[in-house]
Every structure is written in structure tokens, then in C-alpha cells.
């Protein structure tokens, strides 16, 4: 394997991603078509069900759904291509709007997640390999075998019956009070959804850091670091964690995606208004130019972190440049 | 040992022998018993159910957990009892039933992928990558609509159809392995066709790497089955599932009905707890070695 001009490198990640996202527009659209269900019944509610022939077909017609698929296609491909993703049928506004409309909400509730599971599991982790087999260490471990087999969506029906219902400590739905607003009250109702998230994730992180780091503590750096005088602190901090970090950053960029799809159902049982609830409509009901929005941009996303995982495994971790051949090193 | 006879000065007393290691050590036997307790329960419910489970009893809706009803009754008043037992049965079958299909999808697909040559393999594998970045959410809800009407059948297909990319993976790199291995050239030297083998030479290699994978794929269908049909969009409601019954959960928060809630989650939780066990002693615990810190 050379070491390529960063140009090419990164020139060819990015057709790669075009080409896949190129193939996957190609399929969600097939398919969405294919699936049976009335997309005028997303458009015209009710009222599509007692449209005559002759109605039906010019409705059709408005809306471009008379012609063959791949007529369709190309026409949604040249406007796409300009930046035009068409109309809701649902929501009759451009879809690029409703989308802009709900993401924040899908980024606060998926990043702050990210962000507690990434700090989180390396603490915890961490912590149990700092006390492998006592008495903590075990009671972490059996807790997070418990949680983690909790499905998500039976956790927030708990959650919402012990601290909405019960309690009334906190709202059972919805990300903020219609007509008030403002930071604390958005927080507020974050604090039950951002639970279940991180639940549902961060046990199986925290493990493979703690895996990762037990089989570090077995090689002899680490036998040596001791022997050195250095404090078991230090080396399980600056040598061990250090080596492994690496590795997790690339697990995380692959998580990006399990992460936000975990949201999805979180979305729906907290009436969350996010893209995840959103989706879900879009391809229940049909509403054609909505759904191919939002499934590019989630595969997008799946796609660029996994670049991303493989470049950081690939450019940043310097063991990996090691391994390359010798001509190559001299060169980098 | 005789008192009068006590060695003296023996330094180092001979260590009592360590117990025979019994047939049970290191297997999860608790998980094991519960996982087979609630299968026979499920399978064999006829026997002891008090109640017909899809009784709807609408002068009792939504009793709390007494004698008449042991653990309460949902909002339609069917008798949760009964409907945990015979709901277990479809929760169960989807699990196993999907994770077979997945199985044999991922051996299939693994072996083909692995056994390709270069660019057939990789084209394989990008079309995994781009099958894998449609959120399994919305795929389930497109080939969910594409199969019509949910029963069992079809929604154990779903769920086996889109599970089964990470053990075809591990089947791929394993395959890659062996495929150069001195029994498999003969194999196929002697006119061993690729179904031969598979079975003969590549599986016995990955069977063991594969089985905990299928076994948390059995985990991870009974939890989609059971956030499908919560959702609405897996069986149909008259269709008794634990999932169903917890998409009555809704009523149920307002009215403060907990036992709707709780009950049927904690035998769906307990059961994926079991296989969950279950599955990691089949990974096995690596090799134990000292720690140097």
C-alpha cells in the first residue's frame, strides 16, 4: 500500500461517497414506489379515497406520479441535483425546510447523547479496569448486562410511568412547552429521552473499553512502565488509555449512526418532534420526496462515519503507519 | 489422620485436592433453567391457562393484579396471565425463526463473498455498506409494506432479512482464510462443488465464531419484534405477541395502569437477559492471564 497524494486519498473517499449515495437514491426510490400504498392519500387526506378515476388521474398527474419510474427518477435526479428536492405531500412545503425545521431538535438529543456516551463509557471502562475483579467491578458489569438488555422503548415507557405519571417531576413528551420556551425548559425535557439513549449505548462501549484496556494491562510496557517507578495511575492513563484511544475514536465514528438510529424509536415513544419521528411518517404515509430527503441524508451520514472511522484508523494512529512497508515510512 | 501421629516440622502441609470440577461450572445454568422454564410455559400453555387469552371481558378492563385476575387484565380486559404464556409463543418463534433466516442469509452471502474473486467481493461488500446505511427502521417499514399484511411468517423475514450483515462479515473473513487451505484445494481438485464444500470444510471452521452472533441475533429479533408491534407497525393487534400487549401502553400511562406496563416487559427483559447469558458463555471468556499493573 502506497502513501497517496492526499488529494487522490481524499478525492477518492469522496466519489466513493457520491457513488454510494447515487446507488441508494436509486434504491429508496424503487423501492418507495414498489411498496403498495396510496401517496395521495398523504396529499388529499381523506378525500383521495372518494376521488373519481378521472380526478385520481390528474392529481397524478400534478404530481408527477403518472409517468414510469425511471422518468420519474431522472426528473427527480435533474432537480435534486440543483438543490430542488420537491415538496411534502404531507406538509405541502419544501422538504428542505420541514427538515431544517426538526433537525436541531434530532442534533441536540443525538449529540449530547454522543457526547455522554463517548465521556461515559470511557470513564466507566475505565474505572472497572482499574478495580477488574472486585467487588465494583462486577456489580458495573451485571448492571449493564441488565440494562443493556432493556429494549429502548420499554425503558421510556418506565421512565415516563415512574417520573412523568407517578412522580410528576418531569414532562412525558415533546421537546419543549408549546408557547413558553427557553434553555431550562428545553433541558428539562431532554433529561428522560438523553436517559434512554445513553442507556441503551453506553454499556457496550464502557465493556469494550474496559476489554481493550485489560489486554493492554497484559503487555509488558506495562510491565516495564512499573518496574520504571511509575504510579499505576499514570500508567493506566497516559500509556494504556493512550493506546486504545485510537482504536475507540474509530468504534465511535462507526456508532454516529447507531446512535442517532437509536433516537428514531426514542423520538416516537416521547412524541419527540426530530427527524426520527418524521421519517417514520414519511414512510408510512408515502410522502414520496420527504422520504428520499431524509434517507439520503441518513445514509449519508452512515456512510461519511465510516470513512471517517477508516481514515482515523488509517491516518492518525502512528502504530499504523508502522506497519506499512519501509519504503512507504521513509517517505511519509 | 491418628493424633498421636501429627508430622513435625512439616513446612508445607499438602493442599486439600481441588473439588472435580462438576458438570455445571462456567455453564450459565440459572439463565439456562428460566430461558427453558418461560419455552416449555409458552409451548405448552394450554394445559394450565386459567383464562382463553383473546377474551375480551370489557366489564373488566384494566383490572389491577388480584386473585381473579393474577396479574391484572389490559384495557381491553383480556387476562394478562394467559396472554404473557400464549404471547410468549409468537415472541419467541419470530425470535428464532429470524435469527435461522438470518443465519442462513449471512452463511450464504459470507461464503459467496468470500470464495468471489476481488471485485466481485468488494462489489458485494459496497452493497452491503449502502443496504446497511437505510436506517433498519425505515427497511423493516418498507419490505413490511412490500409483504403486505404482517403475520409471524412474514414479519420473522423482515427481521432475518435485515440482521443477518455482521455475521456475514465474520463468515467472509474466516472464508478468506481457509479457502487457500490445502483440504479445501483438494477438495475442489476431486469436483466439490460449492454447496460441498461449504458444509464439509468452511462451515465446521466458522460454525463456532458464528454462534454466539446467531444467538444475539435471537435476542435482538425477539427485542425488534417487540418494538415493532409497540410501534404498530408489526403484528397486527389481534395477534398476541409481549410486544403487542405493550402497545396498549399508551391508554395505560394515563390511566396509571402499571401492571400492563411492567408485567409483560419484565418477562420480555428476563427472556433477553437468559439468551443474552446464554450468549456470551458460548463466546467464552478468552484466556485468563495476570494482570501486570
Not at chain 2, 455482521?166 to 482464510?177: D, G, L, M, N
Given at each position: 500500500m502506497r502513501r497517496k497524494n492526499p488529494f487522490i486519498y481524499y478525492g477518492g473517499k469522496l466519489a466513493g461517497l457520491a457513488v454510494s449515495v447515487f446507488v441508494l437514491s436509486l434504491a429508496v426510490f424503487y423501492i418507495a414506489r414498489l411498496a403498495?400504498?396510496?401517496p395521495l392519500v398523504s396529499y388529499y387526506g381523506d378525500r383521495a379515497e372518494k376521488m373519481t378515476a378521472e380526478e385520481r388521474a390528474q392529481a397524478e398527474e400534478r404530481l408527477g406520479l403518472d409517468e414510469p419510474v425511471h422518468i420519474q427518477y431522472t426528473r427527480w435526479l435533474g432537480r435534486a441535483l440543483q438543490g430542488d428536492f420537491g415538496i411534502s405531500?404531507?406538509?405541502?412545503?419544501d422538504v428542505t425546510q420541514i427538515i431544517a425545521d426538526r433537525l436541531p431538535n434530532t442534533l441536540l438529543l443525538g449529540g449530547t447523547g454522543f457526547a455522554v456516551i463517548f465521556a461515559g463509557a470511557l470513564a466507566v471502562g475505565a474505572l472497572c479496569a482499574w478495580n477488574e475483579g472486585n467487588l465494583l467491578d462486577r456489580i458495573i458489569c451485571k448492571v449493564g448486562t441488565v440494562v443493556s438488555c432493556i429494549p429502548e422503548f420499554w425503558l421510556s415507557l418506565v421512565l415516563i410511568l415512574v417520573?412523568?405519571?407517578?412522580?410528576?417531576?418531569?414532562?412525558?413528551?415533546?421537546?419543549y412547552t408549546l408557547g413558553g420556551g427557553g434553555g431550562a425548559d428545553r433541558a428539562v425535557h431532554l433529561i428522560l429521552p438523553l436517559t434512554v439513549t445513553a442507556a441503551g449505548h453506553l454499556w457496550y462501549y464502557a465493556y469494550m473499553i474496559r476489554n481493550r484496556l485489560l489486554e493492554e494491562l497484559r503487555s509488558d510496557y506495562v510491565l516495564l512502565a512499573k518496574s520504571k517507578g511509575l504510579r499505576r495511575r499514570d500508567v493506566l492513563l497516559r500509556h494504556c488509555l493512550r493506546s486504545i484511544l485510537p482504536g475507540y475514536l474509530s468504534l465511535m465514528a462507526i456508532s454516529v449512526p447507531h446512535i442517532l438510529g437509536g433516537t428514531y424509536i426514542v423520538e416516537t415513544v416521547f412524541s419527540y418532534p426530530g427527524i426520527g419521528t418524521l421519517s417514520y411518517e414519511s414512510a408510512r404515509y408515502q410522502d414520496y420526496n420527504l422520504l428520499m430527503l431524509l434517507c439520503i441524508l441518513s445514509g449519508s451520514v452512515v456512510i461519511l462515519s465510516n470513512m471517517l472511522a477508516q481514515i482515523i484508523s488509517e491516518r492518525i494512529d502512528p502504530r499504523m503507519r508502522g506497519e506499512m512497508p519501509a519504503e512507504v515510512t521513509e517517505h511519509g | 489422620m491418628d493424633e498421636r501421629f501429627v508430622l513435625i516440622g512439616a513446612r508445607t502441609p499438602v493442599p486439600p485436592p481441588l473439588p472435580a470440577p462438576k458438570w455445571y461450572d462456567g455453564k450459565p445454568v440459572c439463565s439456562m433453567a428460566v430461558l427453558a422454564f418461560i419455552m416449555l410455559g409458552c409451548l405448552c400453555c394450554e394445559v394450565f391457562l386459567?383464562?382463553?387469552?383473546?377474551?375480551?371481558d370489557l366489564l373488566h378492563a384494566a383490572v389491577p393484579p388480584g386473585s381473579e385476575f393474577w396479574f391484572g387484565s389490559d384495557t381491553m380486559g383480556r387476562d394478562i396471565f394467559s396472554m404473557i404464556w400464549y404471547g410468549g409463543r409468537a415472541s419467541l418463534l419470530i425470535g428464532f425463526l429470524s435469527a435461522a433466516i438470518s443465519a442462513v442469509l449471512a452463511v450464504l452471502f459470507g461464503a459467496v463473498s468470500g470464495l468471489a474473486p476481488k471485485w466481485l467481493d468488494g462489489l458485494v461488500m459496497r452493497l452491503t455498506e449502502i443496504f446497511l446505511s437505510i436506517p433498519s427502521l425505515l427497511l423493516i417499514v418498507f419490505l413490511q409494506a412490500i409483504l403486505g399484511r404482517a403475520s409471524v411468517w412474514s414479519l420473522s423475514l423482515v427481521i432475518g432479512i435485515t440482521g443477518w450483515t455482521a455475521i456475514a462479515k465474520v463468515v467472509r473473513s474466516e472464508v478468506r482464510q481457509l479457502r487457500n487451505s490445502e483440504y479445501v484445494l483438494a477438495s475442489r481438485c476431486m469436483g466439490g462443488g460449492f454447496f460441498h464444500i461449504l458444509r464439509k470444510h468452511l462451515a465446521p471452521n466458522f460454525f463456532s465464531s458464528i454462534m454466539f452472533m446467531v444467538v444475539m441475533n435471537v435476542r435482538s429479533a425477539i427485542a425488534a419484534e417487540s418494538t415493532l408491534s409497540f410501534m404498530g407497525i408489526g403484528l397486527p393487534l389481534e395477534v398476541i405477541s409481549w410486544g403487542g400487549m405493550l402497545s396498549l401502553s399508551e391508554k395505560a400511562l394515563l390511566s396509571g395502569a402499571w401492571w400492563i406496563i411492567l408485567i409483560p416487559g419484565v418477562f420480555l427483559v428476563v427472556t433477553l437477559l437468559c439468551v443474552t447469558n446464554i450468549g456470551s458463555w458460548l463466546r467464552g471468556e478468552g484466556e485468563q492471564r495476570g494482570n501486570n499493573l
Amino acid at each position: 500500500m502506497r502513501r497517496k497524494n492526499p488529494f487522490i486519498y481524499y478525492g477518492g473517499k469522496l466519489a466513493g461517497l457520491a457513488v454510494s449515495v447515487f446507488v441508494l437514491s436509486l434504491a429508496v426510490f424503487y423501492i418507495a414506489r414498489l411498496a403498495p400504498g396510496d401517496p395521495l392519500v398523504s396529499y388529499y387526506g381523506d378525500r383521495a379515497e372518494k376521488m373519481t378515476a378521472e380526478e385520481r388521474a390528474q392529481a397524478e398527474e400534478r404530481l408527477g406520479l403518472d409517468e414510469p419510474v425511471h422518468i420519474q427518477y431522472t426528473r427527480w435526479l435533474g432537480r435534486a441535483l440543483q438543490g430542488d428536492f420537491g415538496i411534502s405531500y404531507k406538509y405541502k412545503t419544501d422538504v428542505t425546510q420541514i427538515i431544517a425545521d426538526r433537525l436541531p431538535n434530532t442534533l441536540l438529543l443525538g449529540g449530547t447523547g454522543f457526547a455522554v456516551i463517548f465521556a461515559g463509557a470511557l470513564a466507566v471502562g475505565a474505572l472497572c479496569a482499574w478495580n477488574e475483579g472486585n467487588l465494583l467491578d462486577r456489580i458495573i458489569c451485571k448492571v449493564g448486562t441488565v440494562v443493556s438488555c432493556i429494549p429502548e422503548f420499554w425503558l421510556s415507557l418506565v421512565l415516563i410511568l415512574v417520573f412523568a405519571v407517578q412522580l410528576r417531576w418531569l414532562p412525558s413528551s415533546g421537546a419543549y412547552t408549546l408557547g413558553g420556551g427557553g434553555g431550562a425548559d428545553r433541558a428539562v425535557h431532554l433529561i428522560l429521552p438523553l436517559t434512554v439513549t445513553a442507556a441503551g449505548h453506553l454499556w457496550y462501549y464502557a465493556y469494550m473499553i474496559r476489554n481493550r484496556l485489560l489486554e493492554e494491562l497484559r503487555s509488558d510496557y506495562v510491565l516495564l512502565a512499573k518496574s520504571k517507578g511509575l504510579r499505576r495511575r499514570d500508567v493506566l492513563l497516559r500509556h494504556c488509555l493512550r493506546s486504545i484511544l485510537p482504536g475507540y475514536l474509530s468504534l465511535m465514528a462507526i456508532s454516529v449512526p447507531h446512535i442517532l438510529g437509536g433516537t428514531y424509536i426514542v423520538e416516537t415513544v416521547f412524541s419527540y418532534p426530530g427527524i426520527g419521528t418524521l421519517s417514520y411518517e414519511s414512510a408510512r404515509y408515502q410522502d414520496y420526496n420527504l422520504l428520499m430527503l431524509l434517507c439520503i441524508l441518513s445514509g449519508s451520514v452512515v456512510i461519511l462515519s465510516n470513512m471517517l472511522a477508516q481514515i482515523i484508523s488509517e491516518r492518525i494512529d502512528p502504530r499504523m503507519r508502522g506497519e506499512m512497508p519501509a519504503e512507504v515510512t521513509e517517505h511519509g | 489422620m491418628d493424633e498421636r501421629f501429627v508430622l513435625i516440622g512439616a513446612r508445607t502441609p499438602v493442599p486439600p485436592p481441588l473439588p472435580a470440577p462438576k458438570w455445571y461450572d462456567g455453564k450459565p445454568v440459572c439463565s439456562m433453567a428460566v430461558l427453558a422454564f418461560i419455552m416449555l410455559g409458552c409451548l405448552c400453555c394450554e394445559v394450565f391457562l386459567p383464562k382463553d387469552p383473546a377474551y375480551m371481558d370489557l366489564l373488566h378492563a384494566a383490572v389491577p393484579p388480584g386473585s381473579e385476575f393474577w396479574f391484572g387484565s389490559d384495557t381491553m380486559g383480556r387476562d394478562i396471565f394467559s396472554m404473557i404464556w400464549y404471547g410468549g409463543r409468537a415472541s419467541l418463534l419470530i425470535g428464532f425463526l429470524s435469527a435461522a433466516i438470518s443465519a442462513v442469509l449471512a452463511v450464504l452471502f459470507g461464503a459467496v463473498s468470500g470464495l468471489a474473486p476481488k471485485w466481485l467481493d468488494g462489489l458485494v461488500m459496497r452493497l452491503t455498506e449502502i443496504f446497511l446505511s437505510i436506517p433498519s427502521l425505515l427497511l423493516i417499514v418498507f419490505l413490511q409494506a412490500i409483504l403486505g399484511r404482517a403475520s409471524v411468517w412474514s414479519l420473522s423475514l423482515v427481521i432475518g432479512i435485515t440482521g443477518w450483515t455482521a455475521i456475514a462479515k465474520v463468515v467472509r473473513s474466516e472464508v478468506r482464510q481457509l479457502r487457500n487451505s490445502e483440504y479445501v484445494l483438494a477438495s475442489r481438485c476431486m469436483g466439490g462443488g460449492f454447496f460441498h464444500i461449504l458444509r464439509k470444510h468452511l462451515a465446521p471452521n466458522f460454525f463456532s465464531s458464528i454462534m454466539f452472533m446467531v444467538v444475539m441475533n435471537v435476542r435482538s429479533a425477539i427485542a425488534a419484534e417487540s418494538t415493532l408491534s409497540f410501534m404498530g407497525i408489526g403484528l397486527p393487534l389481534e395477534v398476541i405477541s409481549w410486544g403487542g400487549m405493550l402497545s396498549l401502553s399508551e391508554k395505560a400511562l394515563l390511566s396509571g395502569a402499571w401492571w400492563i406496563i411492567l408485567i409483560p416487559g419484565v418477562f420480555l427483559v428476563v427472556t433477553l437477559l437468559c439468551v443474552t447469558n446464554i450468549g456470551s458463555w458460548l463466546r467464552g471468556e478468552g484466556e485468563q492471564r495476570g494482570n501486570n499493573l
